[in-house]
């Protein structure tokens, strides 16, 4: 979401004359766009604002630094003291007060400039269809700091796959805190597939991806659209966070292991060819080892195409920080970090090895370390053998070579041209 946002403000301000500077302390205006999930990102974020500000006071008495993203709540008193060289704090999505700050320093087309914030030419773009949620995990802060889930309309995200599309965009990634939900808010009777069916109707676009899901709100329509709708995906992220039931109840999810396991059987049974990947945290308050053995179980049975591990961080104003003790161990959370990662890893080599010898359907994104590379529907990062491809490309291409993290192989046939 925040990369989302990032290229938006991007966008708008170099339709305006401003130019992206690869130095942010020489820039005229610098703009720290926050993370606040874990501790350790906001840390970040400090640090980066205290160098900024010291630079400030030192050598360029005149630069403009902004602080926006999910560090910026509804009141930004304590933020001001503590970084009085911020000339402005901006919440997620609320760009005008830029706009506005940068028309009166700068002189800049206001109107020109928030009339492109949706416009950025990349192959693959993101697309966010809703802001906030309503979920209040007891661990996330981002209800907190993004606020209640608001979703836009189809009309309003139809218009900007559009204007992507024109721009050359291929794919497109429907984001969301929690995009199951969307449009749960809205006076129509309409959800995350009837949004699937107006994007799917956008000419020029190829793929449709979506982020994030939440187990509670999947419902067999969003599943049905999936596996009806050619250009939809067949890669869903459903975290799971803790295969404990009494983790899941302290982390005020809303669902058990057992409904857990019911709705992956119900996703695989009506998209075969699914790629499964999940979230889960490790160390959370009182996870005992029985409460881990419970989460590696769930992993083992399920086997997930990809597993994001984060270890638990206490967050000050959660319910977690409120009303509970973060009493596990660090040492204990590190191990059981890398014990689940290094059983995911062999989860993934088990899965990817299926693919060995199939031809697979690849739109290429770019060059990396000098080869270049793609993903299939599956979203599975795979190199190919030709190094004349170009972004936006479509290569069938046939697999020879499989690891747990990425896949290789030979272009037989060529799609369509970029």
């Known amino acids: 979401m925040n990369v989302a946002d990032s290229e938006r403000i991007g966008s708008a301000l170099s339709t305006v004359g401003f130019e992206e500077s690869d130095d942010i302390f020489d820039s005229n205006v610098t703009i720290v766009n926050s993370c606040v999930v874990r501790q350790s990102s906001e840390d970040k974020v400090t640090a980066k604002l205290d160098q900024l500000s010291k630079h ?10 902004v602080l926006m993203g999910c560090m910026v709540g509804p009141k930004t008193d304590g933020l001001e003291e503590r970084f009085p060289e911020v000339d402005l704090f901006l ?15 700068k002189g800049i087309d206001k109107e020109g400039c928030l009339s ?4 950025k030419p990349r192959i693959s773009s993101f697309v966010p269809v809703s802001h906030g949620c309503d979920k209040f995990c007891s661990y996330c802060i981002i ?23 024109d721009k050359g965009v291929k794919e497109v990634t429907l984001l969301g805190q929690n995009v199951d939900s969307y449009g749960f808010d809205l006076s129509e009777d309409i959800n995350l597939a009837d949004l ?28 049905e659209s999936i596996a009806n709708l050619p250009k939809v995906c067949k890669s869903i992220n459903l975290p799971f966070q803790s295969g ?22 119900v996703i695989r049974d009506k998209i075969p060819n699914v790629a499964m990947s999940a979230d889960a945290i490790v160390g959370f308050c009182g996870e005992t080892e029985s409460d881990f053995e419970d989460t590696i179980d769930l992993m ?35 191990r059981r970090y890398k014990v689940l990662n290094d059983e995911q890893e062999k989860i993934q080599a088990e899965l990817n090895s299926k693919y060995l010898g199939e031809v697979n359907n690849v739109m290429i994104e770019g060059k990396k370390r000098g080869k270049i590379f793609g993903r299939n529907e599956q979203d599975k990062l795979i190199y190919v053998d030709n190094l004349n491809l170009n972004e936006g490309e479509m290569v069938d291409v046939k697999i020879d070579y499989v690891g747990p993290w990425a896949m290789k192989g030979k272009v037989i046939s060529y799609v369509n041209q970029a």
Request: glycine content about 2%; hydrophobic content about 35%.
């Open 244 to 265: 404990s039931n009494k983790i899941l109840e302290n982390m005020r999810r809303g669902y058990t292991r057992e409904d857990y396991f019911e709705l992956i059987n």
């Open 143 to 165: 209800p907190y700091r993004r606020g209640r889930e608001i979703s836009r309309p189809i009309p309003v995200i139809v218009e900007e796959v559009k204007k992507l599309s």
């Open 300 to 334: 083992k049975v399920i086997k997930f195409d990809k597993l994001h591990t984060a270890i638990y961080s206490e967050r000050k104003g959660t319910i977690a920080h409120r009303k509970m003790k973060d009493d596990v161990l660090m040492a204990d959370k590190q």
């Open 116 to 119: 492109n914030l949706d416009i």
């Open 196 to 223: 699937f069916e107006a994007v799917h109707e956008v000419n020029g676009i190829e793929r449709i991806r979506f982020l994030t899901s939440h187990p509670m709100d999947m419902d067999i329509r969003i599943i």
């Open 56 to 65: 400030k006071n030192n050598e360029q008495k005149n630069k403009t630094i």
């Open 91 to 105: 919440q997620p999505q609320n760009y005008e007060p830029l706009i506005n700050l940068l028309y009166e320093q």
